[in-house]
C-alpha cells in the first residue's frame, strides 16, 4: 500500500512538474507585455502604421530572416537527434520561401524592387541580433543556439494571436497577422518547444540557466527589432 502511495505521489509531482519553456515564457512576461504595448505593433492592428514604417520593417526582415535560416541550417547539423535536424532544415527552407512569398509581394506593391532590397544596409539593431544568433549558433552547442532561435519562432506566433483578436483594417497588415497567428505557423513553433523542454530536461542547472540568459537576450532583440523599424533606425555618421 505504501508503495502504491509513493508511486502516485510521485506520478503526481511529474506531472505537476513546470516544463523548462514555462520558465522561460515567465523570465520574459514583463518585457512581453511591454511590446504588445510597443506604438509599431498597436499601429499594425489598428491601421495606422505608417507605411514606410511597415515597408522598412519588411526590407530589414528579409536581412533577418536569411541570416536566421543560416542559424537554423548550423543547429540542424548540430541536432542530437535526426528527426530534429530534419524539423530545423525544413524551418530553414521555408523561412526562405516566406520571405520571396509574403515580403517580396508586398513590397512589390510598394514599388520596392528587389535590387533596392538587396542594396538596402542591414539596420543596427538588426546586425547586432542576427550577428547574436549566428555566433551563439556557430560557436556554441546545440541547446544554446536552440534557446537564442526560440523568441523569434514563439513571440511572433504570441503576437501574432494577440493581434489576431483585433484584427486590422489594413489588407496587408492582417496578411502579416495571419502568417504569424496560423495553425501551420502555430505547429512550427510546438516542435521547436518540445525540441527546447527535451533538451533542457538533460541539462545541468548550470547550463539552463545560461539558456534562460540567451533566451532573454534574443528576446530583448525582438524588442529593439520592433523600435527598430519604428524609428526607422539608421547608421549614424
Known amino acids: 500500500m505504501r508503495a502504491l502511495f509513493l508511486t502516485l505521489i510521485a506520478v503526481c509531482c511529474q506531472a505537476a512538474e513546470v516544463r523548462f519553456t514555462s520558465e522561460l515564457w515567465t523570465s520574459i512576461e514583463p518585457l512581453h507585455a511591454r511590446t504588445l504595448q510597443h506604438p509599431f505593433l498597436k499601429g499594425l492592428a489598428d491601421g495606422s502604421l505608417p507605411r514606410s514604417r511597415f515597408q522598412f520593417y519588411l526590407i530589414q526582415d528579409a536581412h533577418y530572416l536569411r541570416a536566421f535560416a543560416q542559424a537554423l541550417s548550423v543547429l540542424a547539423a548540430k541536432a542530437p537527434r535526426q528527426e530534429w535536424a530534419i524539423t530545423l532544415d525544413q524551418h530553414a527552407a521555408d523561412a526562405l520561401k516566406e520571405e520571396r512569398r509574403m515580403h517580396e509581394s508586398?513590397?512589390?506593391?510598394?514599388?520596392?524592387?528587389?535590387?533596392?532590397?538587396?542594396?538596402?544596409?542591414?539596420?543596427?539593431?538588426?546586425?547586432?541580433?542576427?550577428?547574436?544568433?549566428?555566433?551563439?549558433?556557430?560557436?556554441?552547442?546545440?541547446?544554446?543556439?536552440?534557446?537564442?532561435?526560440?523568441?523569434?519562432?514563439?513571440?511572433?506566433?504570441?503576437?501574432?494571436?494577440?493581434?489576431?483578436?483585433?484584427?486590422?483594417?489594413?489588407?496587408?497588415?492582417?496578411?502579416?497577422?495571419?502568417?504569424?497567428?496560423?495553425?501551420?505557423?502555430?505547429?512550427?513553433?510546438?516542435?521547436?518547444?518540445?525540441?527546447?523542454?527535451?533538451?533542457?530536461?538533460?541539462?545541468?542547472?548550470?547550463?539552463?540557466?545560461?539558456?534562460?540568459?540567451?533566451?532573454?537576450?534574443?528576446?530583448?532583440?525582438?524588442?529593439?527589432?520592433?523600435?527598430?523599424?519604428?524609428?526607422?533606425?539608421?547608421?549614424?555618421?
Not at 115 to 121: D, H, M, N
Not at 147 to 163: D, M, S, T
Not at 169 to 182: A, C, E, L, T
Not at 211 to 237: C, G, I, N, V
Open 106 to 237: 508586398i513590397l512589390r506593391s510598394f514599388g520596392v524592387s528587389a535590387e533596392r532590397i538587396e542594396q538596402a544596409p542591414m539596420a543596427p539593431a538588426n546586425y547586432a541580433y542576427t550577428n547574436h544568433l549566428l555566433a551563439t549558433a556557430f560557436r556554441q552547442p546545440f541547446a544554446h543556439g536552440l534557446a537564442a532561435v526560440l523568441p523569434c519562432y514563439w513571440i511572433y506566433w504570441e503576437v501574432g494571436k494577440e493581434l489576431k483578436k483585433k484584427g486590422s483594417q489594413n489588407p496587408d497588415y492582417q496578411r502579416w497577422i495571419d502568417q504569424y497567428s496560423g495553425e501551420e505557423y502555430g505547429k512550427a513553433v510546438e516542435q521547436v518547444l518540445r525540441m527546447m523542454d527535451a533538451e533542457a530536461a538533460r541539462q545541468s542547472p548550470e547550463v539552463r540557466r545560461a539558456l534562460t540568459e540567451l533566451f532573454r537576450t534574443s528576446a530583448r532583440y525582438e524588442w529593439m527589432f520592433w523600435d527598430m523599424a519604428w524609428r526607422e533606425e539608421k547608421w549614424q555618421p
